[in-house]
Nanobody, 126 residues
């Protein structure tokens, strides 16, 4: 049974940092593309960052230079380091995994992903 469990969310002031983690279990994590998404109230879910098994990455324009996605294949953990946070980053953040490998160009869309975590809330105050 595939499980994705996020952690690391919380409340921070504008300009602060957080690191999100997603522990994957129940499948061969290292082979597949992974991503981070977020959804603010009354807004659609949007792709934040994605990473291929070889480490290739893709980022939304709104987070480039501030967020970094990484993966530890030995520990089955996906990370999202978030720096210089602004109130516009406030959302529920979700970890997602594909069950195949995708080109990095496709990783910000929901289509490649088969499994989703329950989410972790990030709140940034001004």
């Amino acid at each position: 049974q595939v499980q994705l469990v996020e952690s690391g969310g919380g409340s921070v002031q504008s300009g602060g940092s957080l690191r999100l983690s997603c522990v994957a279990s129940g499948y061969t994590y290292s082979r597949y593309s992974m991503g981070w998404f977020r959804q603010a109230p009354e807004k659609e879910r949007e792709g934040v960052a994605g990473i291929c098994s070889d480490g290739s990455t893709n980022y939304a324009d709104s987070v480039k230079g501030r967020f970094t996605i990484s993966r530890d294949n030995a520990k089955n953990i996906l990370y999202l380091q978030m720096n210089s946070l602004t109130p516009e980053d406030t959302a529920m953040y979700y970890c997602a995994s594909s069950r195949t490998e995708w080109n990095w160009r496709f990783l910000l869309g929901v289509g490649p992903y088969n499994y989703w975590g329950q989410g972790t809330q990030v709140t940034v105050s001004s």
